[in-house]
């Protein structure tokens, strides 16, 4: 199934280790602003919102 | 600079220490340490999969030379790293964790004297060559050989002194009760090592009274600290100085009653949970949360007659060992994220081989 690994900003650079200790330096993913654990529900939909179109790029997905 | 410095600075310039200088590893000082072990080189003593890296026999040893471990050291050492996996926190990322948490390695029997681990004064603290070079050996391991680099894939957000190192030995010789290897199953005369995942140390000052549930009370206020908790419940290693320990042996308390007795005492009322936000427990992460949070369940305690929760997740997840000087009443809880109750990871160490216990300090001398 495709996916897409979301992170906070905060986590960039262990994101960017991460992805270069699988071996792939250049693996796309989404940021999102920090943090997210202590948000409302609806303060994480209007996250959700606000990065979906990213998501749906990186899947590859045309508008 | 001299030849020992540049060494030193190479290694720096590398990357490959933990801040303070490292003893650069030849082949000579890798090869006495790998003869003190019967294990093959390239064993995998600990693999993370998910970053797929492992520690090896090999890898275990070249980090040891460099944080200043004698050749002696290792059989312990790896007998750590055998305890680690066992224990299983770190092969699951805890490491990795904003937690921040680090190994706390527990040493009992022989091999104390043996190589001279302290378990007595300044038992957490600095001025005994193999409590710091061990103790540091794992963390230089697991930043070398694993890669866990703070503020790269070491993501912790503080982290914790005991980061740099964390080995103590039980005072075995001062203590009321049997060490812990003996409680787990094992004879005096072996050697063990238990692994613990840790994150603070706490001192409890306790010089006052005679009184054994005074004491227990006192320490139970920092085992029942809502900021320990992240999850529904925790664990501890309480580390009773001897002073401490044979005031309540003398009373009649085996350490079975002071685990019982701190479970029981280290009580939350909800009220308490609810005042910090962690009335309730989050179906999906397990994780505490506050009773409005839309995933939250409150969860019932231990005791049905009372509304809280018990911060310890059983009477079994409180360790109790002794160890520290018999000089004061000043005792210390490790806040654990593990055993919960399980057996702990205490792990035996083999005997060195007749002859080759010899002191490699005066080896270096002839």
Known sequence: MPAVSVCTEAFRIPAQA?????????????EVPHPVASLSAE???????EVLPRVLDILGVEA | MNEAQRAIEHCYAQGWTDGLPV???DSDQLDAMLARVDRNPEEVLLGMPQLGRSVTVRLAAINAVMAGCLPEYFPLLVSAWDSLREEGYARKGIWQSTTGTASLLLVNGPVRQEIGINS?????????????????????TAMNALGLRPQELDQATQGTPAKYTACIGENEEESP?????VDCGLAPEVSAVTAMTMRSTAHIEARHTAVPEQLLTDIAGTLARTGALL???????????????????????????VSAFLYEQSFVPRETLDRTGKGAVSRISLWRVARDHPDAVVDEGADPTRNGI?????PEAVLVVVAGASNSGVSAVV??????????AVTPIPAQAPGSTQDSRQESRT
């Open chain 2, 120 to 140: 007595r004064g300044n038992l957490f603290g600095p001025g005994f060559r193999a409590n710091a070079t061990i103790g540091r050996a794992v963390r230089l």
């Open chain 2, 310 to 314: 018990h911060a310890m997740t059983s």
């Open chain 2, 177 to 181: 009760w049997a060490p812990l290897h």
């Open chain 2, 23 to 25: 003893v650069p590893c």
């Open chain 2, 231 to 257: 999850h529904q419940t925790v664990s501890a290693c309480v580390v009773l100085c001897p002073e401490h320990a044979h005031l309540l042996a003398d009373a009649g308390w085996s350490k079975r009653d």
């Open chain 1, 43 to 49: 303060g994480l939909r209007q996250r959700v919102e």
């Open chain 2, 335 to 344: 806040e654990t994220f593990g055993p919960r109750g399980g057996r702990p």
């Open chain 1, 18 to 30: 991460m992805a270069k200790a699988y071996g792939f330096p250049g693996f796309q993913y989404v």
